[in-house]
């Protein structure tokens, strides 16, 4: 393995991109909306931004710590640095997350091509709301036209991945992010002209304490993990490449503040459209699927022309992000297979393809044929959804926080987080704080809570 050889991201900019592109992804605009609607909007958001802020930031810079300072990706990184003692695992366990999430995700992430191609063709015109539950369910359970769509997804995926680090991955960001800027903010703006939009903002704004409790606070963890793509290694992966001037805390910075601001702007899309036609805010995972293309319909019924660019832009941005985030959960994968087998990465990325692809089709068809196997009271889907968002990366997050908390040199954490001692960042000091006492404690708190032994 030739490390010192490790392709970096070409610019900083870049560098930013690609991170956020991670970050930002349907977590941010169909999962955060759903979670925020079921567990009572303001005071969810809240506690999901204490989260981002004191958790998850922190948490962001040690995995860059640990991908930087192992120049491997994660499931080789805690190898390395640990000089094989058991926490490898970790990096090990990152890379089956990460995996897992591939699988489902992409099926979600299927589905928006399903929606762009019946938004181009003009079908949701006329249709009325029970007919846009009808047409939701009979496409998600169908057992082959889900599949034709993840199977494109997972192969443009698939292509980037294998065009390489700086002409694929770095690249692709650098194009796709900036069109999906622009078109959360025109989306947000529409949402907010529409009459009685007032209603949604204030379900984002007003607090309401009376629904907090403790999976309101797990939910809220889980939530800001998944959308920061904290816990499986995606960022220490990508963290390989940064370069020796690469701020770590800029970069974390900017990729917290990033996906917070198109997850917010997710809900002023979403809300005060919602609310603005009469749709219930608590729809759980079909919310964008089902309210979105409807409330178009209505929101626009004289303006037809609208509804349709608005639909197909709206589904567009849901592909777009979706589409940088399957490349960094892929990524961690074919990494872990090119640095630990070394496998050539075309190889190793049509290995985890593949295998993607599997999980993805046993994911839908769970929603559809095969619902009634279920493990723990789930579907298939839904199960790797909880397991993976709620346990594993949180799970993996204490166990990062341990990691670069106590088990590595406390200068050498220093000395990647300043640069090899060129820049002076005064936050040091709260940082460790937090990643050695606040980050573990905090997360297992929240976890006892949940099950209900706190
Ligand atoms: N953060 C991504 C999103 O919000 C999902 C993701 C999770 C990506 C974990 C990579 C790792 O959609």
């Given at each position: 393995?030739?490390?010192?050889?490790?392709?970096?991201?070409?610019?900083?900019?870049?560098?930013?991109?690609?991170?956020?592109?991670?970050?930002?992804?349907?977590?941010?605009?169909?999962?955060?909306?759903?979670?925020?609607?079921?567990?009572?909007?303001?005071?969810?958001?809240?506690?999901?931004?204490?989260c981002?802020?004191?958790l998850g930031?922190p948490i962001v810079?040690a995995e860059?710590?640990?991908?930087?300072?192992?120049?491997?990706?994660?499931?080789?990184?805690?190898?390395?640095?640990?000089?094989?003692?058991?926490?490898?695992?970790v990096?090990?366990?990152g890379?089956?997350?990460?995996?897992?999430?591939?699988?489902?995700?992409?099926?979600?992430?299927?589905?928006?091509?399903?929606?762009?191609?019946?938004?181009?063709?003009?079908?949701?015109?006329?249709?009325?709301?029970?007919?846009?539950?009808?047409?939701?369910?009979?496409?998600?359970?169908?057992?082959?036209?889900?599949?034709?769509?993840?199977?494109?997804?997972?192969?443009?995926?698939?292509?980037?991945?294998?065009?390489?680090?700086?002409?694929?991955?770095?690249?692709?960001?650098?194009?796709?992010?900036?069109?999906?800027?622009?078109?959360?903010?025109?989306?947000?703006?529409?949402?907010?002209?529409?009459?009685?939009?007032?209603?949604?903002?204030?379900?984002?704004?007003?607090?309401?304490?009376?629904?907090?409790?403790?999976?309101?606070?797990?939910?809220?963890m889980g939530?800001a993990f998944?959308?920061m793509?904290i816990g499986m290694?995606?960022?220490?992966?990508?963290?390989?490449?940064?370069?020796?001037?690469?701020?770590?805390?800029?970069?974390?910075?900017?990729?917290?503040?990033?996906?917070?601001?198109?997850?917010?702007?997710?809900?002023?899309?979403?809300?005060?459209?919602?609310?603005?036609?009469?749709?219930?805010?608590?729809?759980?995972?079909?919310?964008?699927?089902?309210?979105?293309?409807?409330?178009?319909?209505?929101?626009?019924?004289?303006?037809?022309?609208?509804?349709?660019?608005?639909?197909?832009?709206?589904?567009?941005?849901?592909?777009?992000?979706?589409?940088?985030?399957?490349?960094?959960?892929?990524?961690?994968?074919?990494?872990?297979?090119?640095?630990?087998?070394?496998?050539?990465?075309?190889?190793?990325?049509?290995?985890?393809?593949?295998?993607?692809?599997?999980?993805?089709?046993?994911?839908?068809?769970?929603?559809?044929?095969?619902?009634?196997?279920?493990?723990?009271?789930?579907?298939?889907?839904?199960?790797?959804?909880?397991?993976?968002?709620?346990?594993m990366l949180p799970l993996c997050g204490i166990l990062v926080a341990l990691?670069?908390?106590?088990?590595?040199?406390?200068?050498?954490?220093?000395?990647?987080?300043?640069?090899?001692?060129?820049?002076?960042?005064?936050?040091?000091?709260?940082?460790?704080?937090?990643i050695?006492?606040?980050a573990p404690?905090g997360i297992f708190?929240i976890f006892?809570?949940?099950?209900?032994?706190?």
């Amino acid at each position: 393995m030739h490390h010192n050889e490790r392709v970096n991201f070409g610019s900083k900019i870049g560098t930013i991109l690609v991170a956020a592109g991670s970050a930002v992804g349907l977590g941010n605009i169909w999962r955060f909306p759903y979670e925020a609607g079921n567990h009572g909007g303001a005071a969810f958001i809240l506690i999901y931004l204490a989260c981002v802020f004191i958790l998850g930031l922190p948490i962001v810079i040690a995995e860059f710590v640990i991908g930087r300072r192992a120049k491997a990706s994660t499931g080789e990184a805690f190898n390395i640095l640990s000089g094989g003692k058991p926490w490898k695992w970790v990096g090990y366990l990152g890379v089956l997350t990460g995996f897992m999430i591939l699988g489902y995700y992409s099926v979600v992430a299927g589905w928006t091509l399903e929606y762009i191609y019946q938004a181009l063709s003009g079908t949701f015109f006329g249709k009325s709301s029970s007919e846009f539950i009808q047409m939701f369910q009979e496409f998600s359970t169908h057992p082959l036209r889900p599949l034709l769509w993840l199977f494109l997804f997972v192969l443009a995926t698939h292509f980037v991945i294998v065009k390489g680090v700086q002409k694929g991955i770095e690249r692709s960001s650098k194009m796709m992010m900036p069109v999906l800027f622009i078109l959360v903010v025109v989306l947000a703006v529409c949402s907010i002209m529409l009459p009685n939009s007032e209603k949604g903002i204030s379900f984002l704004l007003k607090l309401d304490f009376s629904k907090v409790n403790s999976e309101v606070f797990l939910g809220a963890m889980g939530q800001a993990f998944f959308s920061m793509s904290i816990g499986m290694g995606c960022l220490s992966t990508y963290a390989s490449y940064f370069s020796r001037t690469t701020r770590l805390s800029h970069t974390a910075i900017s990729v917290g503040l990033i996906d917070t601001f198109v997850a917010v702007l997710a809900g002023l899309i979403i809300f005060p459209a919602a609310f603005s036609v009469g749709v219930n805010p608590d729809a759980g995972p079909s919310l964008i699927f089902i309210t979105l293309p409807n409330v178009f319909q209505q929101a626009f019924s004289d303006l037809p022309i609208l509804a349709y660019t608005c639909s197909v832009l709206f589904y567009g941005l849901l592909a777009l992000a979706a589409l940088t985030s399957t490349i960094s959960l892929h990524e961690v994968s074919t990494a872990f297979l090119h640095d630990k087998f070394s496998l050539p990465r075309k190889q190793a990325a049509c290995f985890i393809t593949g295998g993607s692809f599997l999980i993805g089709v046993v994911s839908s068809l769970a929603l559809g044929d095969w619902s009634d196997y279920t493990i723990a009271g789930m579907n298939f889907f839904d199960a790797l959804d909880y397991f993976t968002a709620k346990i594993m990366l949180p799970l993996c997050g204490i166990l990062v926080a341990l990691f670069v908390g106590w088990y590595l040199k406390p200068e050498d954490v220093k000395d990647e987080v300043t640069n090899y001692g060129t820049l002076r960042e005064r936050f040091f000091p709260v940082f460790f704080l937090i990643i050695r006492y606040i980050a573990p404690v905090g997360i297992f708190l929240i976890f006892m809570n949940e099950l209900g032994l706190l």
